[in-house]
């Protein structure tokens, strides 16, 4: 028996260009200045706060202003956001070739946390630079009133400063939000527009707006996903578990049965959540949806040729302030998402998807957990294990939709680790047989 | 004689294995019709709290479970929980739990604790058999094994899900007994011991341990009064009554009770007299007089008078503790209802309709009789305690319909004797072979334990000449028409295969429903499930305050501290009747009485079960009389049961239900917004009545969560009026009504 190698290498192919968080509090106060080598000829800034992410566009024109060639760019974002940051991606205009951006100094005194953009060529003295910023937040929409009656209308409210976030002087700038997808809004269409001259780094004036926004605000505060890999049963197990909120306006006074009873059908627009829909695998069987207490029987399995549909029901309807739990599972062949790879001898595993996208709910935490087949490791024990598992587990803060990308896993395993469960359950039952033909033959009684 | 190339009494042996083995698991399987039907959940009330203290206890370890004082439950009082505690079925969950977990099985509690009763089931039938081939033979033991495994009277008690002490206690029963009948045939001290050591583990597990530790002394009275006295009856009961005894006293929930009260003095004092007696016939094996014996004999009757008269003493003097009320319900059923209504109003505890036994036991009702007069007919020691258990029980199952469960092992017992003695004589195919064909003779093989020692021994025992003896009675009987044979045969084959029909029909349609879920049939005949319950806790544990109070009618207590997880003010534990009075009392007081109640007790929350909408009939208003009687007995002057009837007497909630009804907390809740549902006048569908018309005004609690189909509402009690005035004043304020000006009357 070869020995089996005890390194594994995780391999996470992240398509998107995304950076986990981490709160680095700094421990004196310190005003971080940046030297002012760039001038923002113009910025194009177009706010999409239509749905629960606000997501943020950033065309810049930069001008060297420095008398040295340079690469590096920094983007100022405001600590209170900056722990809502999902993502911050930054392209050139054209190419939409990606830069590289990494998390800066953190200035204690004016709590901005500073990102530095790197181009990959220098920019000569007085040359220019065209590259766009997107970056999504999310809970940066507050329900305003933050208390409605059960099938009053809800208003959101969205504050940001006019002028933008930037370390430079812009000269010119043009501002554009989104506030709805809905068609046929009247007065001005959907957007609203901005458009300034000549503005100081720190100047501010506040951007509010208020709008009705009539859906769930949806949090998933917490949702684990556990991948359970198993050469022997050909089987892959996944099993999710959710803990969501209804971050919208809360209820105002208390629920009553009669008045969802008599609006249901009547009031469709609501920002109560009555029905979820979550999308598996084609194969996916044994699915099964259970909460802390039990089996939840509302709800429904639609097997369509590609994929599987769990429509559900919660036990009752969230309402703002609502908390609910739960977890769902099922099973597909392993086959779908393993590859063996003969050069490397390493087996490929894929995980369809970082996230199960739900709804327009925002995760504030997702844990990715891959249990790797039975080997040398004590990490993780399920069923019939003697020896233990390998368990990758991946954290990340803040996500979204456009997380949910695939991503794979490579391991080495022993064919011969397939013989091990057979092995331990003869080899158990054979001890047992033993014993009992040892007891069978001895003599337990004093004297006869 | 070979077949296969193996000893008959081999394969018998290994034929009877896989038999037994074979009932296990029919016994197991025909307990999963509700995890099938439905899921695996924990079923009704009780099991709710030994599903949660299990969890603590796989948690927390078994110390802190020990030291446990829940103050979630009883608010304010709480509950000392490893103190009041039968903490048997918890320990061995958590065993195997630990077990399975220690191998690298990861079972989940819950699992564990839905499938414990149905595999304690397997265990009982094995027990049953081992008992019943002690009495008789081992295919009147594979009989009984068969029976017991799939008998109603004992399904209904142990289905998968219900999680309860009675799941793992009738195994322990049963076993208790057959090691005590084995203990008495042997007279070894080791049995005895073996026997004290399962009676420990029954008084762990469930309350019903009482039932053992009279029946055991009973029997030997009995022996003993029928001059069966010996040496093997002394060390049984002595080894047992010491040892049993002792362990019985380090549950702390029994503790110092086996010396203390009355139920447990009459093994005291059988234990006494069996120490006289054995003194006696020692001392009478050195003399032999007549005058002696005289003397001696009046020794024994003068010494069990005195302890007799010194019991009694006792107990007058508050020494030892009268019969509990539980105890004496059992002899006058009418006394729980006169004294403690609390009892009485817990349906399980109402007194055995007939159909019932009928019901739970088919065919075996009648053959139970049958099996007594067999017993009667042989009247060795273990037949002996057959009659004083069969007789025994079936008072105890007539008095009470929980107790049914008591009952169904010796019925099983006694019928499957009746039925394999008429085998015996009617299967027997060859009556002129009866050295080795027969079954009879393979049973004096079988009975001798397959260890080489004990031939020898089970040559003199008694269960060999026994055998013997039967022997010859069954040639006596010997059937030699054919067709004879075959009718009844046939015959009983038919009632065979009728009793299981019937027991997986009754399994399947009355005992498999896990009573927090309740199904019914949509139009086109799928199943519907109404999940009102689990809907309304689940509400609660997951958008209240976690140390939120619950107010409920106590059937609901331990269901809200296992599913919402919130604090409760009583539960099904019915420790302390004043308090679950007080709670009737706030029930089936006006508003502003009852919040004064519950601004006392800290009440967030008031659940109320409603059934009116769906016709549930197991709701609150239907339960409303015992808690108005209950509330009576400890507050007579403040709560009157007959403010609740109509002039004519009658039971009402519409137009003509008397105004205390109407003004009751509970009334108001259960019907509150449900005229306006109807848009007018509301109908009530349990009790088929038309409420009266009108809105009912609620001002010290608002509806906070009402389930889809209305049967739990929960309301929030409202916080004092922040300006000082009544809620009631305030509710006026707010529905736009203005207050008289007093200013004005003075003009």
Redesign the interface.
Known sequence: MKSPSLSFIVLVLIVLNFCLIHNTSATTENEIIIPQYWINTKIIRTIDISTVVVRENIAIMAKNVHNEPLREYYFPINEKFDVHLSYITVKEKKTLKIYNVEKADFDSFKRIQFYKITFDQDIDPQGKIIFTVSTAFIHMLTPYPAEIPQSGRQNLLFRENLYGNSVYITEQQKTTINYTQKPGVSRDGKKIIYVFDKKKPDDYEELLVHYEFQQALLTIKGARRDFEISHWGNNLAVEEHYNLTHDGAKLK??????EY?QTVYTHHETTMARDFLLVLPGHASDVYYR????????SRLRKERERTILEFKP??PLLG?????WYYGYNVPLGEFLKYNHQTGRYIFKVPSFINPFHNAVFDKVQVRIILPEETHTVH??????KGRYLIVLDKYNVIQEHSSPFLVSYEYDTIELLRKPLVASTFFFCGFLLSMVY?RM?F?IG? | MKVLGLETQNISALLKVVILGLIAAVALASRLFSIIRFESVIHEFDPWFNYRTTRFLVANGFYEFWNWFDERSWYPLGRVVGGTVYPGLMVTSATIYNILHALNFTVDIRNICVLLAPLFSGFTSVAAYLLTSEIKDSSAGLLAAAFIGVAPGYISRSVAGSYDNEGIAIFLLMFTFYLWIKALKEGSAYWGALTALFYFYMVAAWGGYVFIINLIPLHAFTLILMGRFSTRLYVAYSSFYILGTLMSMQIPFVGFQPTRTSEHMAALGIFGLIQIIAFVEFARSYISSNQAQILFKSFVVISFVGMLSGLVLLTLGGYIAPWTGRFYSLWDTGYAKKFIPIIASVSEHQPTAWPSFFFDLEMLIFLFPAGIYLCFKELHDGHVFLILYGITASYFAGVMVRLMLALTPVVCVTSAIAISRLFDIYLKLDPEDSDNNSVKSNKSVIDKPSRKGDSSRSTSSPSTNKSSEKKKKSEHFRILGFDTRILVISNFFIFLTIFIWHCTWVTSNAYSSPSIVLASRQADGSQYIIDDFREAYYWLRKNTDYSSKVMSWWDYGYQIAGMADRTVLVDNNTWNNTHIATVGKAMSSPEDVAYKIMRRHDVDYVLVIFGGLLGYSGDDINKFLWMIRIAEGVYPNEVKEVNFFTPRGEYRVDDEATPTMRNSLMYKMSYHNYNELFGGQGQDRVRGARLPIGKIKLDTVEEAYTTENWIVRIYKVKKLDNIGRSLEQAGEFESGKKRRKRVKRTN
Request: a positive charge.
């Open positions: 006074g208390q629920f009553s049965r009669l009873q909460d802390e207490i039990g089996n939840v029987s509302t036990r009752y302030g609502w908390n609910y739990t024990k399920t069923f019939f294990d003697s069978s003599e009684r006869k």
